[in-house]
């Protein structure tokens, strides 16, 4: 473990103030955006200016804008042709303002990752940071009736498009499994010594809790990656020593519909960070697992009442 700070200040400003003016029009729409605070941190805590960052499942390429913005080159995979047009807008936008830096986008599965990225990189990225899709109540934006003409309260921008591969479709078992290729290839393109940071965090179905960090923890380890930190990212801001919510709508819903009924839940005002490296010299204990059978990545079912639904940013 490091002495990095484990908490991290990521939510000084609110999400679409981190955003103004940095991304095209089009980006609002994409159901599960980083906050760009927590892509520029991690950026900052582990590249040098001149290393190359990766996002795997870039969407909107937030972890690719915030790279160029600090003078890094940036590449980003993505599997919806959408989201991959708004991220290489994005891409060619910041690079036009800032004069520095590159940028690429590739469409595709980010599961084959190492068949489409150039054999000159392998081996030469400095950071992946990236974030799994999960979780459709954490997702999408809120209108009121004088917005959109409908009566009451409308949820936007909270599906991608229907495409089964899609991983953001596919059962947590299944999810899991993906980002755990995903890792593997990742793992292969990342230089030795090199960082791969994930955000993510516990969601509810039912009333029970599915906790994705821990099986995101043994979906890295499976890849051959070692856990270095673990941290937590506000979606909080901080004002004279207090913390600030900035809670959605349906995050604000679902804390007092539980709490009518009895359930003491709580507010979500953070993303888990879980921190790994590929290790300099490959060990037994870190190389990926080669087996058929996949250790026990399903995250834990459990009826732990302390956390309400989170809404991504
Ligand atoms: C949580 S979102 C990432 C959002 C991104 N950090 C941003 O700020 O825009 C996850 C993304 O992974 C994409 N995705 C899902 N399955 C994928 C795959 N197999 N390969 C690459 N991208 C994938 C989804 O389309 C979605 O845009």
């Not at 590449?75 to 989201?83: D, Q």
Request: aromatic share 4%; proline share 6%; hydrophobic share 35%.
């Amino acid at each position: 473990m490091s002495d990095r700070e484990s908490v991290w200040n990521t939510a000084p400003t609110s999400a679409p103030a981190q955003r103004a003016d940095r991304y095209v029009s089009g980006s609002n729409a994409h159901p599960a955006k980083m906050l760009p605070a927590i892509a520029a941190h991690a950026i900052r805590t582990y590249t040098k200016p001149g290393e190359l960052v990766l996002d795997p499942m870039c969407g909107i390429g937030t972890t690719l804008v915030e790279a160029i913005r600090l003078h890094r080159h940036a590449l980003g995979v993505e599997y919806e042709s959408r989201w991959t047009r708004i991220a290489r807008a994005n891409v060619a936008q910041t690079i036009r303002h800032v004069e520095q830096g590159s940028g690429r986008v590739v469409c595709g599965d980010a599961r084959q990752l190492t068949q489409f990225i150039n054999a000159d990189l392998h081996g030469k990225v400095a950071l992946v940071v990236t974030s799994p899709p999960y979780g459709r109540s954490a997702h999408g934006r809120v209108h009121c009736t004088s917005e959109t003409g409908e009566r009451g309260v409308v949820k936007t921008d909270y599906r991608y498009g229907r495409d089964p591969h899609n991983l953001a479709h596919v059962s947590t078992d299944q999810l899991l499994d993906g980002f755990s290729k995903i890792l593997t290839q990742c793992r292969a393109v990342l230089r030795p010594g090199g960082t791969v940071v994930v955000t993510t965090r516990p969601w509810r179905t039912h009333g029970e809790l599915i906790d994705l960090p821990s099986g995101v923890l043994a979906t890295g380890q499976a890849a051959g990656l070692v856990p270095a930190e673990r941290c937590v990212a506000l979606l909080a801001g901080i004002r004279d020593g207090r913390l600030i919510d900035r809670p959605s709508f349906f995050q604000l819903k679902n804390v007092r519909d539980a709490r009518r009924q009895g359930i003491p839940l709580h507010l979500v005002q953070h993303e888990d960070v879980l921190v790994f490296t590929r290790p300099e010299k490959p060990s037994a204990a870190s190389r990926p697992l080669c087996t058929n059978r996949q250790p026990s990545l399903r995250p834990e079912r459990c009826n732990y009442r302390e956390t309400g639904h989170g809404t991504r940013q």
